[in-house]
């Protein structure tokens, strides 16, 4: 069974950085593509960035020119680099791991941006 496990959450003030991990572990294969997501109060999940097994990034809107999304050379592992931070910010961080016949997700990891 795959479990992922995020990382790296936290308290940032608005123009700071964090950096999140999501580690893979159990029986991998290859994933299609692992990604972030994030959810608000009061808001839907959605997307912040994604990598397919290729390479190729997707960002969200929010997260573009801001935030990048990279992985280990074993594509078990999975960073995002979030810089100039802003109170909108603020969520809780998914990860997720897209299998060739489910969907994966972690736990989640706070981020909180204070002003």
């Known amino acids: 069974q795959v479990r992922l496990v995020e990382s790296g959450g936290g308290l940032a003030q608005s123009g700071g950085s964090l950096r999140l991990s999501c580690a893979a572990s159990?029986?991998?294969?290859?994933?299609?593509?692992m990604g972030w997501y994030r959810q608000a109060p009061g808001k839907e999940r959605e997307l912040v960035a994604a990598i397919a097994g290729g390479g190729v990034t997707r960002y969200g809107d929010s997260a573009k020119g801001r935030f990048t999304i990279s992985r280990d050379k074993a594509h078990t592992t999975v960073y995002l680099q979030m810089n100039n931070l802003t109170p909108e910010d603020t969520a809780v961080y998914y990860c997720?791991?897209?299998?060739?016949?489910?969907?994966?997700w972690g736990q989640g990891t706070q981020v909180t941006v204070s002003s």
């Open positions: 159990g029986k991998i294969r290859s994933f299609s593509a």
């Open positions: 997720k791991a897209v299998l060739s016949t489910s969907d994966i």
